[in-house]
């Protein structure tokens, strides 16, 4: 069965600082990778995903993940936090012939002035 | 493109009453999909559309839940004889005929 696992909860970063989030998966081929952010109350916002091709994927709000087949993961990374950025990120599989997604639990990120 | 929109954003219910709440999605959206996330995890999936037709339910569906989207347009998801654990917020979700899903505000729900 598929799975995404985020081994943070919660991340504090300094506004200005950089930023990777983990998110690892287990699937037998590749899947098909997302990362959307979620604001207190709110529903969820796509960040960007990852299909096939160029293994680093441009997102919105600067962000951007790699997709590394040999660590089953899908980091997303932004190099400069903004202290809008605080918020709880989720990191979502799903595969070739299936439309459901699987979620990891998240990580909440907080970010310091 | 106005978004998928949920309705209401929060319901209150006592244990035993029926609720039901409702999506609409993109228009021209043919994919629908309903989760649910309670606090600290991630949402779970509980069903999906396309157009008109119900094809996957989650074991998390249980007898007294039922969704429907006629016409394929908006959908409804009932929850019947609500009990405690059903406290959650209902996301909905649409998509074309693509992997890519956006997400509605979410309906919270809390049974007292």
């Known amino acids: 069965a598929q799975s995404v696992t985020q081994p943070d909860i919660h991340i504090t970063v300094s506004e200005g600082a950089s930023l990777e989030l983990r998110c690892n998966y287990s699937?037998?081929?590749?899947?098909?990778l997302f990362w959307y952010v979620q604001s207190p109350g709110q529903g969820l916002q796509l960040l960007l995903k990852?299909?096939?091709?160029?293994?680093l994927v441009q997102g919105i709000k600067g962000f951007e993940a790699e997709f590394k087949r040999s660590q089953s993961s899908f980091n997303l990374r932004k190099p400069s936090v903004h202290w809008s950025d605080a918020a709880e990120y989720f990191c979502?599989?799903?595969?070739?012939?299936?439309?459901?997604?699987?979620f990891g639990t998240g990580t909440r990120l907080k970010v310091l002035a | 493109d106005t978004g998928v929109s949920q309705d209401p954003r929060h319901k209150i219910t006592k244990r035993g009453q029926n609720v039901t709440f409702r999506c609409d999605p993109i228009?021209?959206?043919?994919?629908l999909y309903w989760y649910r996330q309670t606090l600290g995890q991630g949402p779970e999936f509980l069903t999906y559309?396309?157009?008109?037709?119900?094809?996957?339910k989650s074991r998390l569906l249980s007898d007294r839940f039922s969704a429907e989207r006629p016409k394929g347009s908006f959908s409804t998801l009932e929850i019947q004889r609500t009990e405690q654990g059903d406290s959650a917020m209902y996301l909905c979700a649409s998509s074309l005929e693509t992997y890519e899903q956006y997400f509605g505000p979410g309906t919270r729900l809390t049974v007292t």
């Open positions: 559309f396309q157009n008109e037709a119900q094809l996957e």
């Open positions: 699937y037998g081929a590749t899947p098909y």
């Open positions: 228009s021209e959206h043919n994919r």
């Open positions: 979502a599989l799903t595969t070739s012939g299936t439309y459901k997604y699987i």
């Open positions: 990852y299909f096939s091709g160029d293994t």
